[in-house]
């Protein structure tokens, strides 16, 4: 700004005691910090510290001078003296009142001072916590609809440290630990701005896993149990480098360390009988439950850049990926109601592989009506796997059966990734988004399998023996475009298309015997058509109303090249094509009765059909056109907001859907139709009691009949339940940084479709203490 500033075009100082935190302080965080905080402020030129304003930004280092607000050139940007200068720019924000420049001016003259809002060398806050909770029924269902464990418990709800080493200087750590849940987290960070940073931290957490298998109410052991504390560990550890000097590349280089371990559920439930589940006479009932022991690791190495230039944003993100699979697994294959299972199968899995890939991107506001954004992916992955299946007896004994063996199995996968998106306007309040994308990917494996029968011990064994190769090779387009127009008064239009288009090629064969199975050779061309139309409206300021209205369509033609075919059976080689058609009807209301009256409604209808058609298969089906299934949903939800006075806030919310599911039974009778209702209610009510102590209280119901009547198998599928989830609690303030919570809780489960056998009620005391420094 070479011009001095003319003092006569800016309003006067205001004429009273300037403090920052009450009038300063709220100016710049709704007109400034957007652009002028943060890791990279526009103009390198900072507001959310003193040593940063006084500082100044790229050319100036008299953006602020205190004592002389007539001369910081900060006042004449935002009083808009400044041709291509003005603050907040167009577009980003409101100009300031004359009132807000008279506030900013006397602080300033009266020596830009921070005040009490001076950040303290050290802000320290932890919750310690405990608990108490006792179970009756069902425990093992309480800990996964739950997520914790009956008995005492506590730790730290979450904890934080940051100490302020400069001005621009600091250095963190934050998280929480809880017990017996393992569930912790520590994170840590030092940074120094217009520098880098150094960050770090440790989590994990526990998901519980119920032990029952289904239930059978004819049986006289009618559900049975593993006898095992299901749970699987989910974790990370991670470790960055940052560099983020001015007017250099952005730079993050990282590594982190993924796992799971532990052991969850399965859906595969054994079948249990008096006779051989390959009898024809056989009463079994697939009910005995099944667990998967996950052993799985990854470590990712990490690369990232970011930077502008001549207005562009680019942006190059790197990872290479070391993946690691172990998994053990024990189906039941027979079980006579005897103390242990008379055959199981024992399933070892094994996979690793390593995956390098890179994304670029670049997008730039070319124009004030005109943003494109453009990016390119690239992935390469290698690996290999192994797979061991044998058949065992209840004591862990070879017995007759298959004996599976696949090693030697190695897989190689490229992909490629395009895109390039516009957004275009306003023009007249009109406005347009539009993007398109391409994929490419290669896939190629090949490896060894024997699949033998009889007994390992006691040979011979018949085997068959062979090489098996595959391969996917997919192509694929997709289009995006958005349309919006706001001209209609309170009003706006939308309309959104989403496309795919996509061919695939499938190869499977085995070389060396090409006459039985895994032969196939299937090309597929697949059509994605998504359309969208709705408004929102609030043409009263106590009302809104939005509607849309979407469309679905998913198309999928094969082409059976080659296919395993003997004695008339060609699965899958018989589906000649399938088609998925979806609509969605959604409105939403919402109503402000009153300043304190608040209400909304919502209803949404989804209707989707499953249509396919098939070649004739001998003793299997007549072929032709089939409607395989059709889902039909309908889904009210209601809800309101009340505050009939300061201290009290209640808040409550009904929801009610109905779902359909029928599929073709085809001639079996136990294909029947998934049918019914959920109801669920969440209420919570706050009251302040004085202004240091508060009352909570929160009650959440819900119930199902959404179940499958299953007479010919007697097995009881889908799920019919009742559920209540009670809270009430009192937090006391004894001091700005010392408070107390004290929460009773209660929960109470019902399963009626198995006959109560999962039943469950809870009663838990919770106490957490905050403390806060400074």
């Known amino acids: 700004m070479a011009e001095p500033i003319d003092e006569s075009k800016l309003p006067p100082p205001a004429d009273r005691p300037i403090d920052f935190t009450r009038d300063v302080r709220p100016i710049f965080e709704n007109s400034c910090f957007r652009c002028h905080s943060g890791e990279r402020p526009k103009g390198h030129f900072r507001l959310d510290d003193r040593s940063s304003v006084l500082k100044g930004g790229d050319d100036n280092q008299d953006d602020i001078i205190p004592g002389n607000s007539a001369q910081s050139k900060l006042v004449a940007y935002i009083a808009q003296l400044v041709p291509d200068s003005e603050m907040p720019p167009n577009g980003k924000g409101e100009p300031l009142s004359r009132d807000q420049i008279s506030i900013l001016r006397a602080w300033i003259d009266q020596g830009a001072t921070w005040g009490s809002n001076s950040t303290p060398s050290i802000e320290f806050s932890i919750e310690p916590t405990v608990h108490w909770i006792s179970v009756s029924g069902d425990k093992g269902n309480f800990m996964e609809i739950e997520g914790t464990k009956e008995g005492w418990g506590g730790g730290a709800q979450s904890f934080s440290y940051i100490q302020h080493l400069a001005p621009d200087e600091t250095f963190s750590v934050e998280g929480h630990a809880l017990w017996p849940d393992n569930d912790y987290r520590v994170a840590l960070e030092l940074r120094k701005r217009e520098l880098g940073f150094v960050r770090g931290g440790f989590e994990v957490y526990r998901k519980y896993y119920d032990d029952n298998g289904a239930f059978a109410p004819t049986f006289p052991t009618n559900q049975y149990h593993l006898d095992r504390d299901l749970h699987l560990d989910t974790g990370r550890a991670w470790i960055d480098f940052g560099l983020t000097l001015p007017d250099r590349p952005q730079i993050v280089l990282g590594y982190e360390y993924q796992f799971r371990q532990g052991d969850e559920s399965t859906l595969q439930l054994g079948p249990v009988g008096t006779l051989s589940p390959y009898d024809p006479n056989s009463d079994n009932k697939r009910i005995y439950p099944a667990a998967k022991h996950i052993d799985e690791s990854i470590h990712i190495f990490k690369a990232d850049i970011s930077y502008t230039v001549g207005g562009w944003d680019l942006a190059d993100s790197a990872r290479v990926e070391l993946y690691r699979l172990q998994t053990v697994r024990w189906d039941v294959l027979q079980d006579s109601f005897g103390r242990v299972p008379d055959i199981v199968s024992r399933v070892a899995e094994h996979d690793d592989h390593v995956q390098g890939m890179n994304t670029a991107s670049a997008s730039k506001q070319v124009t004030d009506w005109w943003f494109v954004s453009g990016a390119y992916f690239y992935s390469h992955m290698e690996g290999g796997a192994s797979l061991q299946q044998n058949t065992l007896d209840g004591t862990g004994a070879f017995t007759d059966g298959t004996q599976w063996i696949a090693n030697n199995i190695v897989f190689d996968r490229e992909s490629h990734s395009a895109s390039v998106a516009n957004l275009l306007g306003p023009w007249s309040g009109f406005t347009a988004s539009i993007g398109v994308q391409g994929d490419w990917t290669h896939q190629h494996a090949s490896g060894f399998q024997d699949l033998s029968s009889g007994n390992p011990t006691t040979p011979p064994l018949t085997s068959d023996a062979s090489s098996i190769l595959g391969t996917l090779d997919s192509s694929s387009a997709r289009e995006n475009i958005s349309l919006r127009y706001t001209e209609i008064p309170y009003t706006v239009l939308y309309a959104e298309a989403k496309l795919r288009q996509e061919t695939m090629g499938r190869s499977e064969d085995r070389p060396d015997s090409p006459d039985v199975a895994f032969l196939r050779e299937t090309d597929a061309n697949i059509m994605n ?246």
Do not use: C, M
């Open 529 to 774: 058509q998504d359309y969208r139309i709705g408004f929102n409206s609030s043409p009263w300021s106590r009302v809104s109303l939005n509607a849309s209205f979407r469309h679905s369509l998913e198309q999928t033609d094969y082409n059976q090249l080659k296919f395993f075919s003997a004695g008339g059976y060609s699965y899958p080689g018989f589906i000649l094509w399938r088609d998925i058609e979806g609509n969605q009807v959604e409105a939403r209301l919402v109503w402000r009765i009153a300043p304190w009256f608040r209400t909304t409604f919502t209803y949404r209808f989804q209707d989707t059909d499953y249509d396919a058609a098939t070649k004739g298969v001998d003793f299997v089906t007549p072929g032709g056109h089939v409607e395989a299934a059709r889902q039909q949903e309908h889904v009210f939800s209601a809800g309101a907001t009340i505050t009939p006075f300061s201290r009290l806030y209640l808040s409550t919310t009904f929801s009610y859907s109905a779902d359909r599911t029928a599929t073709l039974g085809n001639g079996a009778d136990s294909l029947v139709a998934y049918d019914g209702n959920i109801i669920s209610l969440l209420n919570t009510a706050t009251l302040a009691i004085n202004p240091k102590t508060d009352l909570r209280f929160s009650y959440n119901f819900s119930t199902s009949d959404y179940g499958q009547n299953d007479k010919t198998t007697g097995l009881p599928a889908g799920i019919e339940y009742e559920r209540h989830d009670l809270q009430a609690g009192v937090t006391h303030r004894f001091t700005k940084n010392v408070s107390t919570t004290f929460t009773y809780a209660f929960s109470q489960y019902r399963e009626p479709s198995n006959a109560s056998q999962n039943n469950y009620t809870a009663h838990g005391v919770f106490a957490t203490v905050t403390l806060a420094w400074p």
